[in-house]
């Protein structure tokens, strides 16, 4: 029986690309290779089920690939492994230091490696394709809530498992269901989006909070770090910044860089 996963390879080293290519079809995967990366933009239309970037020149393409991939709003949550060149090839067509320290990625590697060894790492990486991320919505707004779920409804990648109308709610749920990550407003009834984050944190620390409010002031930035929040969105960028926000918190990172350097409740 043949597997359906579709891996798109871009690597410029046709030798290694054959070998994978062989090593993946004969196991029963759907295969496409490219060199381009204008190219291989366009064959992320067909929905693969992972990526692998091998190495590219000139110098800087990986990474640039790399963070327009996790930035795109629907290729974002494909699973994603790099294949760096080998020390004294990674100044030209690899990833510097400094890149490698900010990928989002889900397995990396260096050659020289032979194909049958990246197999199971294949594997494992499209585990990561078919696990969703569970999210809780809460806010007092029965108008933005629906809006939000309808939004989440359309990713592969995320399910929300419930939706909250207060605090309490919220609180109460993620006790209960335990989510990846609780989208959070800051003005609720009965216990407002601050105290339910610090609740949440201090009892279902598997929970990560991330913040959508209308109130989007540094200091409400500063008080949500302090509560224990992992992100911070205004709901005037949530078109554009809700997909990524919730994808970065789900992995531990917190949302936007911004929210990084400042002071958290530890």
């Excluded at 492994?81 to 990674?90: S, T, Y």
């Excluded at 989510?179 to 989006?193: R, T």
């Excluded at 105290?195 to 990560?208: F, G, H, V």
């Amino acid at each position: 029986m043949q597997n359906q996963e579709k891996i798109l390879i871009i690597d410029d080293d046709p030798v290694f690309v054959e070998a994978l290519q062989r090593t993946l079809e004969i196991r029963g995967y759907q295969v496409m290779t490219t060199s381009n990366i204008s190219l291989a933009k366009e064959m992320l239309t067909g929905d693969p089920d992972a990526i692998v970037i091998g190495t590219l020149y000139p110098p800087g393409q990986v990474f640039a690939l790399h963070q327009w991939v996790k930035q795109h709003k629907k290729y974002g949550s494909i699973p994603l492994m790099i294949i760096d060149a080998p020390d004294n090839e990674r100044s030209i067509k690899g990833l510097k230091k400094s890149e490698g320290m900010q990928l989002e990625i889900e397995d990396y590697l260096t050659k020289p490696i032979e194909p049958a060894s990246i197999l199971p790492r294949i594997q494992r990486l499209l585990e990561f394709r078919f696990r969703k991320i569970r999210v809780l919505v809460a806010d007092d707004h029965t108008m933005v809530r629906n809006g939000i779920c309808a939004v989440l409804a359309l990713q592969k990648d995320i399910e929300v498992v419930a939706e909250a109308a207060d605090g309490q709610d919220a609180v109460e749920k993620a006790l209960r269901l335990v989510p990846n990550v609780a989208l959070m407003d800051i003005v609720m009834p009965v216990m407002n989006g601050l105290e339910a984050t610090r609740q949440i944190k201090q009892s279902c620390p598997a929970t990560k909070v991330l913040i959508l409010t209308q109130y989007d002031e540094e200091e409400n930035m500063m008080v949500a770090k302090k509560a224990g929040a992992y992100g911070f969105i205004p709901k005037r960028a949530a078109s554009s910044d809700l997909l990524v926000g919730i994808r970065a918190v789900n992995a531990g990172s917190y949302f936007p860089k911004a929210f990084v350097d400042l002071p958290s409740s530890n």
